[in-house]
């Protein structure tokens, strides 16, 4: 089951509310995203948990109907 | 397998060997493009790894996600730290943070001359 990428968004923005989040649709099947997020609160924080915030921030769509989202963090 | 025992295996095998990749398929022959991606960088920098195919194994398939808190495959592990999954590995190769971590933590590299 695909997912949109305004979901994509929506569901980051609720997790990390000063995100800003541009979705890049690689495959064009609703499946292979690319997501870069710039969000002030990464600061001071390693890839791996800006990631997982990403990650929380998607909960249980991350690996079921999310199956491939590529992630660029940055601070700024 | 309870969770307990999965996690100490887990840890036994990030802990005994230096570099371990929890990955989809093998070395040779990776089952997804992710893993390819993270397997070909360890083989091009000619590192020594272990890679684990949760493909073959669902309780370290979902044990790996839950040990790590992180809900995707492939894993990355050196000297028993999480390092990350496909797009953080790729963007420390790029930038060489992840050729000077490995040999700052004494894994030798045989990049081809």
Known sequence: ?76 | MPQEQIFDRIKKEVTENDVVLYMKGTKIFPQCGFSALVANILNMLGVDYVSVNVLEDDDIRQGIKDYSNWPTIPQLYIKGEFIGGCDIVKEMFESGELQEMLTDKGITLQVAS
């Open chain 1, 1 to 76: 089951m695909a997912i949109s990428s305004e979901e994509i968004i929506a569901l980051i923005k609720i997790g990390i509310p000063d995100a800003t989040v541009t979705i890049t649709d690689m495959a064009g099947d609703g499946d292979h995203y690319r997501a870069d997020i710039v969000s002030p609160s990464f600061a001071g924080k390693s890839r791996v948990q800006q990631h997982q915030m990403v990650y929380d921030a998607l909960g249980s769509k991350m690996g079921s109907e999310l199956h491939a989202l590529s992630i660029k963090t940055s601070e700024s």
